[in-house]
């Protein structure tokens, strides 16, 4: 006896509709969790950036006595530790995807790295010939700069909204931090810009499980 499951569809109305919904499946089991995307950064801008903020605090004394060494190398470390979760989480999405996708993908991946890389060693050439509150606005305003740019890069590759208007967030938030100066910066992109990073994780989650 056949099921009912492995009939045919009766006419073409319903044959189009079980292509929409095996279309949706598919995209939703290649579709990455939002959170694992987002809120690695989110977490790793609001504490890294918060350090940033509670030592190069407006002023010349320190909200929070602490080594000098500390708030840059906690931020690179969770930035590090962010990138190795949203990459894993990446290939075990997109690991079977082939064609023009996975080379958008790749090259995508490729402009994080390379750009990152220019950005590492332009502000290390600067760094000496900065006092240490304008060291730690140049590394800072220029990483928040870039990742604004490539989220906004990486919504017009995927015609993705929601990812360029996140990224145009990054960048406003990043230019209105620059403006007020050493310290403000790193509290202005720790609150809204981490915290821009984590409701974007939320509301893309939440958004994935209503469409289940």
């Known amino acids: 006896m056949i099921a009912d499951e492995d ?34 950064w989110g977490l790793a801008w609001l504490l890294g950036f918060g350090l940033h903020f509670l030592y190069y605090s407006p ?22 530790v962010a990138g190795i979760v949203t990459a894993v989480a990446g290939a075990r999405a997109y690991g079977q995807v082939t064609g023009e996708s996975a080379r958008r993908g ?3 991946g490729w402009a994080w790295g390379l750009g990152f890389l220019t950005l590492f060693v332009l502000a290390g050439r600067l760094s000496d010939s900065l006092p240490p509150d304008l060291v ?9 700069g870039l990742t604004g740019i490539l989220h906004m890069a990486g919504g017009a590759i995927w ?4 990812l360029f208007l996140l990224g145009v967030w990054i960048t406003m938030v990043n230019l209105i931090g620059t403006i007020a100066g050493p310290g403000w910066h790193a509290l202005v992109v720790a609150v809204a810009g981490g915290g821009g990073m984590l409701l974007a994780g939320t509301l893309g989650w939440l958004r994935r499980r209503s469409r289940r």
Do not use: C, K
């Not at 002023?59 to 590090?80: A, H, K, Q, R, Y």
């Not at 730690?136 to 928040?144: C, K, P, Q, T």
């Not at 015609?159 to 929601?162: A, F, G, S, V």
């Open 136 to 144: 730690g606005l140049l590394w800072s305003a220029l990483a928040v």
């Open 159 to 162: 015609l993705d909204h929601r």
């Open 106 to 108: 790749t090259w995508y």
């Open 59 to 80: 002023g010349d004394t320190p909200l929070v006595e602490m080594p000098s060494w500390l708030p840059l190398t906690v931020l690179f470390v969770l930035l590090t």
């Open 7 to 40: 009939l045919p569809p009766e006419n073409a109305a319903a044959a189009l509709r079980l292509i929409d919904e095996q279309r949706a499946t598919a995209a939703r089991q290649f579709e990455p969790d939002p959170r694992t995307y987002y809120w690695p």
